[in-house]
Nanobody
Framework: QVQLVESGGGSVQAGGSLRISCEAS????????MGWFRQAPGKEREAVAV???????DYADSVKGRFTISRDRAKNILYLQMDSLKPEDTATYYC???????????????????WGQGTQVTVSS
């Protein structure tokens, strides 16, 4: 059974940095696309960044230049390095994986096959 477990969330002041991780287990085949999503209270869940098996990445406009997604395929860990954090980055962050080849932030979230339980990131001003 595939499991995705996020860690590394916490509280940080605006302008600070945080790295969150997602450890995957139970795969028979490594997924083609993995991504980070976030949901703030009262808002819809949105895609933040995705990375394909060939390491191609895509980012939401709101985080371009500040966030970096990476993937350690040998260890089955997905990372999101978040720099220059803003209060509007406050949300629960989820990692997800999909077998499909299309890997972009505009991909339909319903096409993701596996989801983690989320980790909270709070940015104070």
């Amino acid at each position: 059974q595939v499991q995705l477990v996020e860690s590394g969330g916490g509280s940080v002041q605006a302008g600070g940095s945080l790295r969150i991780s997602c450890e995957a287990s139970g795969y028979t085949l490594s997924p083609n696309c993995m991504g980070w999503f976030r949901q703030a209270p009262g808002k819809e869940r949105e895609a933040v960044a995705v990375i394909a098996k060939d390491t191609t990445t895509d980012y939401a406009d709101s985080v371009k230049g500040r966030f970096t997604i990476s993937r350690d395929r040998a260890k089955n860990i997905l990372y999101l390095q978040m720099d220059s954090l803003k209060p509007e980055d406050t949300a629960t962050y989820y990692c997800a994986a999909r077998r499909g080849f299309f890997c972009a932030v505009e991909a339909d979230q319903r096409t993701y096959d596996y989801w983690g339980q989320g980790t909270q990131v709070t940015v104070s001003s």
